[in-house]
């Protein structure tokens, strides 16, 4: 830092810079307080590094436009609902306490996602401050930084052109955000100079990291935590010593333009090198448990899964080196996660990445909106999953990692694991999914005085129409509702309209929807998924028929294998062996006509 500090003041010049500060929620009078926070704390990061830089700073108002659509304690208990309807860390941040802060920024958010007059209002200030200002830098804080973005990823796109933009304290990657609002996908801003997301994990306005993978993108984790509520200070963003270090530094350099600053050559289309760097990645990660804490649990071949998956890929030009396998106590809720960001770091369109999960499955009943059961979410069973959300890895954990990846990527993931287990007593065989504590299970049950016994609660469905398209072979009950489970890998949780809603939505944001993994499912919903005795060696009964029949493929030389025809090849050998267990594919429509890519070569 001291070295990158002196050489960008050797070349200071009084350069002046044009930053404009967008603000967020709450009461920002003209010329109040907080406009001299905001320029200090810009102001002296600057300094630190260059004491000639001239910031110019002006300050876009809301107040009025605000005024104009007031929110009530209604909207503001909806809001809290919706914005922080998950427990879980990583995606939706429970309010350490509920003050007035908090209070406004939800209803406020909510308001502007739900209602577009708002949104048409605020983009025009922020559109007629820029054409009039023609700042270099745009800093936006909280639903400042929502309705920047709004404005660059819409109309106003080519008012951020060759500006860097900077977003900090930010909803725009909150599920409920991305869902609801943008149509489930976020794309980056392909005009920006660059843009930085300041993200700060002790924040709890209902911020959340974003994931994207565009070039001119960067999320810098900006940790603080500071007394009170909300760790949600703009200054202390704009002050934290990784923003001086990365978004001031990097201004200051392009200001300056540093003659050490060279772009690398071009490589020509012949060069070996260029081939190498083109070449499609393939990763493999590998989760197979046995042995849980609660001995009774044990399975048998799980381990030995892995093994044979790990030699499939192989024979399948997967490298030795890119395939990483967790077993056992080391496959717990932080060690797949990490696990997991490794094998989808920086995925690009063209490459291949492989999940194999082989264990106990689980339905875990989830509070949701009003505390009250509104789903059953899948969980894998990972050795330290005791039925709380933090130990449950479900798709809330998930799609974190998989929703933005890239349309062209294969992400192909196997679950040799069942989820039915949990609501019934009633199996005999070795089966990998498990029954919940009776307190868990009490949550999907009813007291019917009529009959005087305990049956299974019914739950509406929040969105029928996207559960029945991507699942169409699941059963319905007796009643003929679907029962609303949020399946690992689908994102249900970001697709909150009909599909033709957000299709039309996705088209005017520019994408289409979220991404969809190729989804192996061992057998459906309501069924089991089995143990196979092999002699003395136990395997999944899917996973060995599984491999077993793409190397029966490959030995007989016949055509190669879709995703579609694998499936049906795999699910009636199972059922001539006697197993009562149906494997499912969910996929892209095109995607299941696709060969498998796990071939030689």
């Known amino acids: 830092m001291a070295r990158r500090k002196a050489k960008v003041h050797e070349l200071a010049n009084n350069m002046d810079l044009k930053i404009l500060c967008v603000h967020g929620?709450?009461?920002?009078?003209?010329?109040?307080?907080?406009?001299?926070?905001?320029?200090?704390?810009?102001?002296?990061?600057?300094?630190?590094?260059?004491?000639?830089?001239?910031?110019?700073?002006?300050?876009?108002?809301?107040?009025?436009?605000?005024?104009?659509?007031?929110?009530?304690?209604?909207?503001?208990?909806?809001?809290?609902?919706?914005?922080?309807?998950?427990?879980?860390?990583?995606?939706?941040?429970?309010?350490?306490?509920?003050?007035?802060?908090?209070?406004?920024?939800?209803?406020?958010?909510?308001?502007?996602?739900?209602?577009?007059?708002?949104?048409?209002?605020?983009?025009?200030?922020?559109?007629?401050?820029i054409k009039a200002f023609e700042p270099d830098i745009v800093c936006a804080h909280s639903l400042g930084s929502l309705i920047c973005y709004d404005l660059f990823t819409g109309s106003g796109a080519k008012l951020i052109q060759g500006r860097s933009f900077v977003s900090c304290g930010s909803q725009i990657g909150n599920p409920f955000v991305v869902g609801t609002f943008a149509a489930g996908r976020l794309t980056g801003l392909s005009q920006a100079k660059f843009w930085y997301h300041l993200f700060n994990s002790e924040d709890s306005v209902f911020t959340a990291e974003i994931r994207l993978s565009e070039p001119n993108f960067a999320q810098i984790e900006t940790f603080f935590d500071i007394q009170g509520p909300a760790d949600h200070d703009v200054t202390q963003y704009m002050r934290h010593r990784r923003t001086l270090a990365t978004v001031w530094s990097d201004v200051l350099m392009a200001l300056h333009k540093h003659p050490l600053d060279r772009t690398l050559p071009k490589v020509p289309e012949s060069s070996p090198v260029k081939k190498l760097v083109d070449k499609p990645k393939r990763r493999a990660l590998l989760v197979g448990i046995n042995e849980y804490p609660n001995l009774g649990q044990n399975l048998e071949g799980c381990v030995n899964d892995v093994f044979l998956m790990s030699a499939l890929l192989q024979e399948s030009g997967f490298d030795a080196e890119d395939i990483r396998i967790v077993l056992n106590d080391r496959a717990t809720h932080a060690g797949v996660r990490l696990r997991l960001e490794w094998l989808l770091d920086d995925a690009k369109a063209g490459d291949i990445r492989f999940f194999y999960y082989s264990g106990h499955g689980a339905q875990i009943p989830t509070y949701g909106i009003g505390d009250r059961i509104d789903r059953l979410d899948e969980t894998l069973v990972l050795y330290d999953f005791d039925w709380t959300r933090e130990h449950a890895f479900t798709d809330d954990d998930f799609y974190a990692l998989y929703s933005q990846l890239p349309y062209g990527l294969q992400f192909i993931t196997v679950f040799d694991c069942c989820y039915s287990g949990g609501l019934t007593r009633a199996s005999v065989k070795k089966m990998r999914g498990i029954d919940p504590p009776d307190d868990i299970r009490h949550r999907m049950l009813r007291w019917d005085s009529d009959r005087e016994m305990w049956v299974e609660r019914k739950i509406q469905s929040p969105n029928p129409e996207f559960e029945k398209k991507l699942n169409p072979q699941e059963e319905k009950d007796t009643k003929g509702a679907r029962r609303p489970t949020h399946r690992l890998g689908q994102a249900m949780d970001l697709r909150t309209s009909p599909p033709a809603e957000m299709k039309r939505k996705a088209a005017v944001r520019g994408h289409k929807g979220p991404y969809l993994p190729v989804l192996i499912y061992a057998c459906r919903e309501e069924e089991f998924s089995y143990e196979y005795a092999h002699g003395s060696i136990a395997y999944g009964a899917f996973t060995y028929s599984l491999v077993n029949t793409l190397r029966r493929s490959r030995r007989l030389n016949k055509p190669q294998l879709t995703f579609a025809s694998l499936m049906g090849k795999v699910r009636k050998e199972l059922a001539e062996l006697g197993y009562e267990q149906q494997p499912t594919l969910i996929a892209p429509t095109d995607i299941k006509k696709h060969t498998i890519p796990l071939r030689i070569g």
């Not at 809001?79 to 908090?102: C, E, N, W």
């Open 25 to 129: 929620a709450g009461r920002h009078p003209t010329g109040g307080p907080w406009e001299g926070e905001w320029y200090a704390a810009i102001d002296e990061s600057l300094k630190e590094l260059d004491g000639n830089v001239n910031p110019i700073i002006e300050f876009v108002y809301f107040d009025d436009v605000f005024d104009k659509h007031p929110i009530n304690i209604k909207d503001v208990l909806d809001a809290i609902a919706k914005l922080a309807k998950s427990g879980v860390t990583s995606l939706f941040r429970q309010p350490k306490g509920i003050g007035d802060q908090i209070r406004w920024t939800a209803g406020m958010v909510l308001k502007w996602i739900e209602n577009e007059t708002l949104r048409d209002d605020a983009r025009k200030v922020v559109e007629e401050k």
